[in-house]
């Protein structure tokens, strides 16, 4: 089979000037085919795909995740601090707000009322839990 008249080649060819594509030899468009097809992503912390059948449909996945070793334009940049300041925010709630009701909850455990007459009903939903 002709190297140029591989899809990825072909295609590839296409970008350029006609008479810069005819420079290249079979051999220079094998190596760069296989130099351009044989991208090494990398190991990811989450590589995890699977196929989900829908009716007659079928659909792919790909979730990936781990370390951006990219360089961030400073667009990007923002954004990705804007993300870790949300990130670690929310996080921040989440952790007190647990601390607060640990907190509430030993309170009540020993019976001690903050406002006399008057219940969150926390205790009793908890104490609730375990009956």
């Not at 370390?67 to 952790?95: D, G, M, P, W």
């Amino acid at each position: 089979m002709n190297i140029r008249n591989d899809p990825a080649v072909n295609s590839f060819l296409q970008r350029m000037p006609k008479k810069i594509q005819e420079t290249f030899t079979d051999e220079q468009l094998t190596h760069l085919k296989l130099a351009i097809g044989a991208r090494h992503w990398g190991k990811h912390a989450i590589d995890s795909r699977g196929v989900v059948k829908f009716f007659k449909y079928r659909y792919y996945f790909v979730l990936l995740a781990g370390r951006n070793r990219r360089e961030l334009s400073e667009q990007e940049q923002k954004i990705a601090a804007l993300s870790q300041v949300i990130t670690t925010s929310i996080f921040c709630l989440f952790v007190i707000t647990v601390l607060l009701l640990v907190i509430y909850l030993i309170k009540s455990s020993l019976g001690i009322d903050i406002f006399s007459n008057y219940s969150f009903g926390v205790w009793s939903w908890f104490k609730g839990l375990f009956k």
